[in-house]
C-alpha cells in the first residue's frame, strides 16, 4: 500500500479531465470498503490516456475493481497503467490477462412481457446456430477421419459402445416389454368390442416396428447416454482436461466426439431391432392370456408388417442416434467449469436430445406420409 504517500484526509476521489485532446484520470485518497468515492468528470466508455496517483493513499479491492469495470466498459484491449503505483499496476496487468468468465458476470434485472419473449426468441436462436454449427464441426470431424486425418484410441470407441450398447439391453428389454404388452391390452379393449382381437397382433407389431420401438429406445438412450455423454465431457471441461488435451496437440473433437458418434449410431439400430423383438413378444403374451395362440399371433402380425415397414424404425435410429450424440457432447463440450455448470449440461442435453428426437420423427412421419409408406 502507499501509506508513505497517503494524503488521509481527504476521501476518495476520482476527476476525469480531458484537455487537449488527452483523457486523465487523477486520484486521490484512500480507497478502502466502506468510503464513497467522489467521481468527477467520470467519461463513460473511456479508457484515460494518462493516470496521475501522486495524491493516492491506501487501497484494498475497492480501487481495482473499479479501475476494471472501467477498462471493461471501454473495451480497450491494451490499457496503459503508466502512473499507478506498482504493485496495483501489476495487479491491473494480471487480471487483463485472465478472460472474464460468461458466469461471473452480473446478470441484470430479468425482462418482463415482451422483453422475455424477445429475450425467450433470442436465445432459441442462439442454441440453434450453435447446434447448426457444432453439426458442422461433426460432420468435418467425420470427413478427417475417414480421410485419415483424425484419430482416437479404439479402446474408447470399444468402451463406449459396451455402455450404449450391451450395458443398456436390460433397461431397453424392460421398457419395450411393458409397451408391447400395454398396447396389445389397449388395443385388445377395443377390438374385442367389435368381434377382431386377432387384430391385435397387427396393432402391436405395426407400432412397435415403426414407432414405438424406436421412439422407446431413442427416449431411453437421451436420459441414460446422451446424459452421461454430457456429464462425461463436461466434468473433463471443468477439471481442465480438455485444456491439458489441446497443450499436448490433440483434437478434443476428433479424441472425445468421434467414438461417441460412431459408438451411439452404430448400436441404435441394433438397440431398435432388440426393443421391436421383444415388445412383440410382450404383445405376444398378452395375446396368449385373451385366448389367440402364439403362432397365429406371429401369422397374422406377418400380414402386416414385411420387409418395407419393418425398415422404417431401423432407418430413423441411425439419426435418431447421431442426434441424441450431438446433443450430449455439445451440452458437455460448452459447460462451464463448476460442478452447477456440469449438472445444467447434462439436464439440457436431455432435453435438447428427446427434443431433437421428437422433431426427427415428426419430419419423417410427413416424409413417409408423402411418400405413402
Partial sequence: MNSDKADRSIPPRAVWESAG?????????????????????????????????????SFDSTLPAYLLGKLRESGVKEPVFDGLPENLRKLLELATKVPERSEAKSRGAAPHGLGRLGAGASAA??????????????????????????????????????????????IVALISFLIGMILAFVGNVQLASFGASLYVADLVGIAMVREMGVMMTAIIMSGRTGASFAAHIGSMNANQEIDALKTFGFNPFDYLVLPRLFALVLMMPILTVYSNVIGILGGMLVAAWV????????????????LTQASLGVFKSVFFGAAIAISGCMQGMNSGSSSSAVGQATTRAVVASITSVIILDSAFAVIFTLLDI
Fill in 21 to 57: 485532446g488527452v483523457l486523465s484520470l487523477t486520484l486521490a485518497g484512500d480507497w478502502m470498503a466502506g468510503g464513497k468515492p467522489e467521481i468527477t468528470g467520470d467519461a463513460v466508455g473511456a479508457w484515460p490516456d494518462e493516470i496521475k496517483a501522486e495524491r493516492l493513499g
Fill in 125 to 170: 436462436w442462439g442454441a440453434l446456430l450453435a447446434m447448426l454449427e457444432f453439426v458442422g464441426d461433426a460432420v468435418l470431424a467425420m470427413l478427417r477421419f475417414f480421410t485419415g486425418r483424425a484419430r482416437f484410441r479404439s479402446g474408447d470407441f470399444w468402451a463406449v459402445v459396451q455402455d450404449c450398447g450391451v450395458d443398456a439391453l436390460p
Fill in 291 to 306: 385366448g389367440i395362440p402364439p403362432q397365429l399371433f406371429w401369422t397374422e402380425m406377418l400380414t402386416t408388417v414385411d
